[in-house]
């Protein structure tokens, strides 16, 4: 009896076993690396059959909120990259760097509604999340990350492509200032007039004739105690103070130092589209010949259009013809 009781157990384990998906098993590579006591995820998704030929990288950085890389249901499994990666696969292997003390696979049914990933315990997101939630920590740990992969063989150290959309963008502009290694970049969807500034540009939306002020008020008052005490990443008051003075400086000037191709996206509707017309006209002003800037007319942050009640036209998804128009860029300016 015991006997025929271990062999279950054993056929129990080894099926339990069996079950549990690998990033291979969604046409991913997997790499880890070990980056300040923690452990970084690193997906690598290329041609199939080109997986060991040598090709430049095009690395992926994706915007706020700790949201897994993988993220099955279902349904079927929610894309890690907004677009169509095969595109861009031809040429390129495609990479993007998973968020600090976030799980590499989850299903949809453990995430919050926006598919942010939160500690069941604490309701918060996990503790190295929030540590390492923060611009310093993205740029230097996805800097050891290019690092490490233009160490593989199969990795073209000719070009090296770093794009970021949102969140992201800022990320891709202070790797490019830091990096030499980087020889293209892509800015998509961020606001160089830092963070605070999109939060009191939404906040101006939500304002009526009748109380002008209440909204951006707050966060002005919220931005004073961010800058008072601009290291608290605990969220205890609702807002992650290190990330949000972290993102929040002006990257206006920055711009002017960046002498590499770099292509500036947004969509008309953004409400960080002033903001980067701004940046156009003040490149302008310093006859900068090295950017190309796109608007996508009528679309949002996220390059969707919009229904008449403002929110998101789910039908009018566009991110495949934005990458399509990074490839093109790419294509002109190597």
Known sequence: MKYTLLLILLVYNFYTKAQIKQAADFGFRHFRLSYDKDTVDILLQSKKGDELKTKPVFLFCQGSLPIPLIITSQYGVVPSFPFDTNMLCENYHLAIIGKPGIPLITDISNLQEDLTYLDESTHRP????LRNDHLGYYVNRNLAVIDFLCNQKFVSTSSLIVSGHSQGARIALEMALASKKITHLIYASGNPCGQIMSMIARARQQEDRY??????????????AIVADSSRNDTSLGENFKSIYSFSASSIQSFSRI????????????????????????????????????????????????????????????????AQDWLNWLNNNR
């Open 211 to 224: 109380d002008t002020t209440t909204y951006v008020d707050n966060d002005f008052r919220l931005y004073e």
């Open 126 to 129: 996990p503790l190295i999340y």
């Open 259 to 322: 002498q590499i191709p770099t292509f500036i996206c947004y969509g008309s509707l953004d409400i960080i589209s002033p903001f980067n017309d701004y940046l156009r006209a003040e490149l302008i002003r310093q006859r900068k010949k090295n950017f190309t800037f796109r608007t996508y007319v009528g679309l949002n942050h996220n390059y969707m259009g919009l229904l008449d009640d403002g929110t998101n036209n789910y039908d009018d998804y566009n991110w495949d013809l934005v």
